[in-house]
């Protein structure tokens, strides 16, 4: 399984490579095909990792959740492809990856909280609100502009927070002895980076060079693929 696992990721890394390079040259159907493809690979890891570790609670949670993240890749897409269908295309992708965030940190702490105190649930989603809510305060500072979607972005970014913070609480509370969670810490984080770069995207000007796009797949691709490699260590 180990080795099957290593193929995908190569495979994964290469894809990558040929998306990032077709993506650099503009928006089109056979750009957003090639991201599917990426996105599957990953779906393909997560489902390999999940038979190798069989029996885990955890497993239908982060597959589901990548799942949501490949059809949150397709409408984001879309939004450039068809950019009179915008809001639509943008408000789905939101959706699809808001309750995609919602699974791993539900699956996070099915597979993990155990006996622990509920303080290890409490004290990292109120860190997400507080976070969440300073998002908004800083937008303006940082040259953003939500418009219409300034609650969607708050309700998107409170999700996004959870998924990092509870992997962390977690991995606190089983003193960071399981792999499996620090894969999903550190992919949280990447996430995280990866919507900070999207976001400046979406919401500010003289942010679609070739760089932006670069930083934010990198980024958002190691998360997917971290996250769906962590089944592999449970």
């Known amino acids: 399984m180990l080795v099957l696992v290593i193929i995908l990721l190569v495979l994964g890394a290469g894809s990558l490579a040929f998306y990032l390079i077709e993506k650099c040259k503009g928006y089109s159907i056979k750009e957003v095909l090639m991201k599917s493809v990426v996105s599957f690979l ?5 489902t390999v990792s999940a ?3 069989s029996g885990h609670i955890l497993n239908p949670f982060i597959i589901l959740g990548l799942l949501l993240g490949l059809l949150g890749d397709i409408f984001l897409d879309l939004k450039y492809v068809y950019p009179k269908d915008d809001k639509p295309y943008t408000l789905a992708g939101f959706l699809v990856f808001g309750i995609g965030h919602i699974l791993y940190v539900v699956g996070m702490f099915a597979e993990f909280l155990g006996d622990a105190h509920v303080l290890y649930v409490v004290i990292p989603l109120a860190v997400a609100v507080v976070l969440a809510v300073a998002n908004l305060f800083l937008a303006k500072p940082l040259g953003l502009d939500f418009k219409e979607l300034k609650w969607v972005v708050f309700g998107y970014s409170m999700l996004l927070f959870s998924t990092p913070l509870s992997a962390l609480s977690l991995c606190i509370a089983n003193g960071f002895a399981n792999a499996s969670l620090i894969m999903l810490f550190i992919g949280g984080i990447l996430f995280a980076l990866s ?18 796009f670069i ?11 971290l996250i769906a490699c962590s089944l592999f260590f449970l």
């Open 42 to 46: 990953f779906l393909a890891v997560a």
């Open 51 to 53: 038979f190798s570790s």
């Open 195 to 212: 919507d900070l770069v999207l976001s400046k995207t979406y919401f500010s000007k003289g942010h679609e060079k070739s760089i932006d």
């Open 215 to 225: 930083l934010n797949y990198v980024f958002y691709y190691g998360a997917q693929f």
